[in-house]
């Protein structure tokens, strides 16, 4: 009998939905502001080093907000890296202050507000292994110095970053006023871009079709009789842990079948050709599937291991919360304490226990589903 939430096809490499990216040609990073600024950028890296707060003196130019853009950069046509460009928005922070507070007289004072504002302004990058800060000089003119209010951005292009990579970017002045702005984000793999024909090592990717062989799960792995590849079958039960289930190097196309019960949310696969520097691209199908879920909470024991404390089991993250409940000797359904002890998240494969909680014989732990039935 055919299991219908397994019924899925994947391609690693393509994807029906895929985003078309810019191509730069210059091989040089550059930098550029909206209208009304001015903006270079300094030859080379700097220190990544933010520096203590500082009070502002008066108005100053502060980033407000971090956006990203995935572009190519291409020396080559056919030899393209993935880059991010990043957009930072700028405003004025802090305010003139009184003559008497300035100690300067008020034509002194008239000046400096008539004066452009200048800032240095960090952008910090970091996706492993790369580590990287570029500093841009922006000039404001002092029509557009109004404290509390935005100026414009400034756009760097652009720090080059591996497919299915993870970056990190921080962003901040020269001294710092405020604390700095930060963004994180997942970059997409082979099968999100539509950089097949432009990035060498999307080029060599197998075709991965999930379905459904009775009570199995059939990957089928469709590439070339002479393509060889690896291929990781493996959980993932925290974002950074990872638990291999099966390796093996493989040659032309396959079939490998998986039985319905061991999937779980977090099973994942990784696969990658055998050629130098190739992507691996990584697709976990079973997150949301109602199916793998069950089997989580089939698979999920519940043990005591000592007055006190318990460990939940279990292969994956389980979406859950723990209460203490009361269950009378005849064993009969666990009843919520009264009044009842504050619920803790769920968490597998360590030890827990609720503090300041005398034990009783009668005493339980119970844990339950944290979603929606």
């Known amino acids: 009998m055919p299991v219908s939430w397994f019924l899925l096809s994947l391609a690693l490499g393509r994807n029906p939905v895929v985003v078309s990216l810019e191509r730069l040609m210059e091989p040089q990073d550059t930098a550029r502001c909206s209208l009304g600024l001015s903006c270079h950028l300094w030859d080379g890296d700097v220190l990544c080093l933010p520096g203590s707060l500082q009070s502002a003196p008066g108005p100053v130019l502060v980033p407000t907000r971090l956006q990203t853009e995935l572009v190519l950069r291409c020396p080559q046509k056919t030899d393209c890296a993935l880059c991010v460009r990043v957009v930072v928005h ?4 802090g305010h003139w202050a009184e003559p008497e507070e300035a100690g300067k007289s ?12 200048q800032a240095q302004v960090v952008l910090s990058f970091q996706a492993y292994p790369i ?4 500093l841009l000089e922006v000039q404001v003119p002092a029509d557009l110095v109004q404290p509390g209010q935005s100026v414009g951005s400034a756009v760097f292009d652009c720090f080059e970053a591996s497919l299915g990579a993870e970056v990190q970017i921080w ?5 710092r006023y405020q604390k700095e702005l930060n963004l994180t984000q997942q970059l997409p793999d082979c099968r999100g871009l539509e950089v097949r024909d432009s990035i060498q090592s999307c080029w060599v990717l197998p075709w991965l079709n999930v379905s459904t062989d009775g009570d199995n799960v059939l990957l089928t792995l469709d590439v070339s009789e002479e393509q060889d590849f690896s291929f990781l079958l493996y959980l993932r039960p925290v974002p950074d842990a990872l ?16 039985n319905h019960t061991d999937l779980v949310p977090c099973l994942c696969i990784q696969v990658w050709s055998l050629e130098p520097d190739s992507e691996r691209v990584e697709f ?23 007055p006190g404390v318990w460990q939940l089991d279990a292969p994956c993250c389980l979406p859950g919360k723990v209460t203490l409940c ?25 030890p827990q226990d609720f503090q300041l909680v005398a034990g009783h014989p009668n005493l339980c732990v119970q844990v339950q589903s944290a979603e929606p039935a």
């Not at 700028?90 to 922070?93: D, P, T, Y």
């Not at 580590?131 to 570029?134: H, L």
């Not at 493989?250 to 079939?255: E, H, R, V, Y």
């Not at 976990?284 to 519940?302: K, Q, S, T, V, Y």
């Open 90 to 93: 700028l405003a004025v922070h």
């Open 284 to 306: 976990c199908p079973f997150r949301e599937d109602p199916g793998a879920h069950r089997n989580l909470w089939h698979i999920a024991r519940l043990r005591v291991l000592s």
């Open 106 to 117: 008020d034509s002194e004072l008239q000046e400096s507000r008539n004066a452009s504002l």
């Open 171 to 175: 962003s901040y002045t020269k001294p």
């Open 326 to 350: 009361w269950q009378a000797p005849d064993q009969s359904p666990c009843q919520p304490l009264v009044p009842p002890v504050p619920q803790k998240n769920a968490t597998v494969n360590e």
């Open 243 to 258: 638990k291999s289930l099966w390796y093996k190097n493989l040659t032309g196309p396959q079939n490998i079948t998986l």
């Open 131 to 134: 580590a990287r800060c570029a």
